[in-house]
């Protein structure tokens, strides 16, 4: 089995800079691809990007090129969300997610994920 845990939200300016991290335990080995979704409060869950485990693929959703980043540190098995330019439209709870045992997987697709982390609270204000 595979856990996920995400940290590093908090309260930040608009404007600033906040990296999260997705910490990945047990049968790592399993995991095809992590991607970043968010909700922010009465909106649908949406995806933000993501990467392939191996072959550090990255996929981005329109809002969000440019200003976020994904990256991974295979040695740590964590995966990273650097976010620049916060604006308070970027207020929502980031989950982390895992495609595990998969061949293939399309990335903003929530139901290719079967494991998801417990969410971490960003709130930008103005």
């Known amino acids: 089995q595979v856990q996920l845990v995400e940290s590093g939200g908090g309260l930040v300016q608009a404007g600033d800079s906040l990296r999260l991290s997705c910490a990945a335990s047990g049968r790592t080995s399993a995991i095809f691809a992590v991607g970043w979704f968010r909700q922010a409060p009465g909106k649908e869950r949406e995806f933000v990007g993501a990467?392939?485990?191996?072959?550090?693929?990255?996929d981005y959703a329109d809002s969000v090129k440019g200003r976020f980043t994904i990256s991974r540190d295979n040695a740590k098995n964590t995966v990273y969300l650097q976010m620049s330019g916060l604006s308070p439209e970027d207020t929502a709870v980031y989950y982390c997610?895992?495609?595990?045992?998969?061949?293939?997987?399309?990335?903003?697709?929530?139901?290719?994920?079967?494991?998801w982390g417990q969410g971490t609270q960003v709130t930008v204000s103005s």
């Open positions: 997610a895992a495609g595990v045992y998969r061949g293939t997987i399309v990335y903003a697709r929530l139901a290719d994920y079967d494991l």
């Open positions: 990467i392939t485990w191996n072959n550090g693929r990255l």
